[in-house]
């Protein structure tokens, strides 16, 4: 049920952004060609590459929404980082070829007989301001509720498509007052803002295809919770990490070394489905029980907290 409602919300948020995404991108191109802005062109080309890298986005949802089959034991939800790298390197060739044409136009001079720009492609740039800066919060509205990794991405590329749209007025104003040069500048603006969203988008895909630990709130939440279960005497470790946009959890807890095996078990299931029930971003929770043992007042505080980091560390190495 819970991955049904993410797939149904990211799909409707990414239509509605193809769509707005299209009717802006036709209507940014037009107003670059007939107010002869190259900023305003390039700003229309990085809204094209948006709706192909939502696109991607709803393939990547899709696909990570499957259930666990045969093949894939664990789940498909790393496929969504998948999609998020292609949409990271989609954006950064798009900020590429527009950074190029921007240093070109200067370095030949071709900005000095090019037409000025007009109040059409000013008006453009306005619009796209606007309508992209409120296609961003739609989005990352939608990728809050779903903790979606591809939808942040796709809202980012949104945020930085208003960017450039700052940049390419920018451009458009100083070349209409008499300092074309500008518009050029403002491609390469826009070119450097691209590729800061792509690095971050890419290095967040990365971390969450490289078991990344979750943040450190919902681990305190995650460990409070489990400390708060009844027959629960102490956590001895927990570690999470990101599996696309669900977290898996290893928990070691202590109970009295006198419990039965079945009283010990019960226990665990009881960590096991309060924190699955509680924390919707779990999906697999591992309960490991210890036997609990009282400290010794010969050992100090120091020497238990040290122990505690070896045991760790030794749990993390066979993991």
Known sequence: MYENNIEKIAVRTAVVTIILNTLLTAFKFLAGILGHSLAMISDAIHSASDVLSTVIVIIGIKISAKAADKDHE???????CVAAILLAVLLFA??????YSGVANIIDGSYKTAELPDYLAMSAAIASIVIK???????????KKTNSGALKADAWHHR?????????????VGAMCGVPVLDSVAAIVICLLILKAAISIFIDAINKMTDKACDANTEAAIRDFIASCEGVRNVDSLMTRLFGNRIYVVAEIACDESLLLRAAHDIAEVVHDGVEQNFPLVKHVTVHVNPYV???????????????????????NEV
């Open 74 to 80: 664990f789940g498909h939800e790393r496929y969504e």
């Open 94 to 99: 798009t900020g590429a070829g527009i950074g």
């Open 133 to 143: 800066e409120a296609m961003f919060w739609y989005t990352w509205a939608a990728a």
């Open 160 to 172: 930085s498509d208003a960017l450039s749209s700052v940049g390419s007025l920018i451009g458009i």
């Open 294 to 316: 009282e400290v010794s007042e010969d050992v100090t505080v120091a020497e238990q907290a040290e122990e505690e980091q070896q045991d760790k560390e030794t749990d993390m």
